[in-house]
């Protein structure tokens, strides 16, 4: 239990420092993202705002015939009006309103024009997106550039778009390593968060592992120590029932209470003993083969007397009864978990209700099933039932003379035999406890018992 608890909290830790170092990378990210962006983006607006500066002004004089003379070659007129500032990174074209290609400035090196810088082809179709004022990406030859552009108009109304753009490729690359970065100390720090997490668990589990344990020995001693003077009373009080017919009636009444109080008390005992072992590790099964239809039958016949006072019917089921199921387990410890179960079904019945048994199994499993017609459980309740001392309301405290502890028991004697035990019920209607065990067959038989709570 307490190595499962372990676990859950180094769990929860590492999901709570995974959760922090996620966000944590993943804005650091984004600054940097933003930040290689924003200065990408003033680099481009520079170029562009001085570019249309000076077009404009070339386009609004006498000169703007230069720029539109179709006998002017092209790469000396695109020599001729490259903007101040060029990077080797960077270019930019203009468009007129036809959308085509009326200059294109490449970056320089060396006083060479360098065409083959940007590939043009791949670009071409992103440029012929009406220019907004904003910059986007775009993906060319195995390469990234930036692009954006703006419109212009001449004193004749004529239009010009120009286009600024410049290559990324190395920033895109940055970011990926940065993210590649971020990931492997993330995961790093996640293994070692995880590892503290673990070791700082199991240290603040100490002294709460020694609590339990000292409370557990505590139980099993008390339990012990209360069985020998419980024992001593109980044989007292039947020494006394022998000569309760020589006694006043008011004394007749005290001397039943008080046997009905000690049952009660050793039945308290011997359960909180039960679960002192189990908790230690210590719960013995001693597992042989037996009929568990028989066991069954044994139970309903025990408790018969006290069902008919409660004026409750104990059924099992006709096919039950023909059909022989024969299983491996603690024989002793199976007709204690069908008592406590047939017990409870009784106790929260309504006069006139029954209480019906059925067993069957198949090649792997054993199925018993309990069902009452009796109060019900409600939902709420449902998920705490197993829970030790545990009371769904005061009322229904009132009506029961049990311990609290049955059905913690009950599932732990499941547990022992690796079985589960299912619930389904209806409020004022009923429920249904179905219970499955492990068939009978070799390899079970080979199975070490352990302890689950």
Known sequence: MFERTRSRLTWQFSLTVGVILAASAIFSLWMVQYILETSENNQLTSLRRQYAS?????????????????????????????????????????????????????????????????????LYPSLMKEPNGKYHNVNAGGRTFRIGGIEIQSVTKEKYHIFVGQEVTNDIELIMKLRWAFIGFACVMLLAGGGAGYMLAGRAMVPISEAYRRQEQFTSDASHELRTPLSILLSSVEVLNEQKEVLPEYYRK???????????????????????RSDNGRLELIKAPFSLNHTVMQVIEQLEPFA???????????????????????????????????????????????????????????????????????EQHLPHIFERFYRM?????????????????????????????????????????????????????????????
């Open 54 to 122: 000076d077009l404009q002004a070339l386009i609004d004089s006498p000169k703007v015939v230069y720029l539109l003379d179709p006998s002017m070659e092209f790469d000396k007129k695109n020599t001729s009006f490259v903007p101040q500032g060029l990077q080797l990174n960077q270019m930019s074209w203009v468009l007129n309103a036809s959308k085509e290609i009326i200059l294109q400035s490449p970056a320089a090196v060396k006083g060479e024009v360098l065409y083959s810088q940007f590939p043009m082809n791949a």
């Open 254 to 276: 005290v001397l039943g209470k008080t046997e009905r109080e000690i049952h009660q008390l050793m039945r308290l005992v011997d359960n909180l003993l039960t679960l002192a």
């Open 308 to 378: 008919q006072s409660k004026q409750v019917e104990l059924r099992m089921e006709t096919n039950s009864i023909s059909s022989n199921v024969d299983m491996y387990g603690d024989e002793v410890r199976i007709r204690q978990l069908v008592f406590l179960l047939a017990d409870n079904a009784i106790q929260y019945n309504r006069s006139g209700g029954r209480v019906e048994f059925s067993v069957y199994s198949d090649m792997k499993v054993a199925t018993i099933n309990v069902t009452d017609t009796g109060i019900g459980i409600s």
């Open 393 to 453: 309301d005061q009322a229904r405290s009132r009506r029961s003379e049990g311990t609290g502890l049955g059905l913690a028991i009950a599932k732990q004697i499941i547990q022992s035999h690796q079985g589960e035990i299912q619930v389904t019920s209806k409020l004022g209607a009923g429920t249904t406890f179905r219970i499955t065990l492990p068939n009978v067959s070799d390899s079970f038989q080979n199975v070490t018992v352990k302890s689950n709570l």
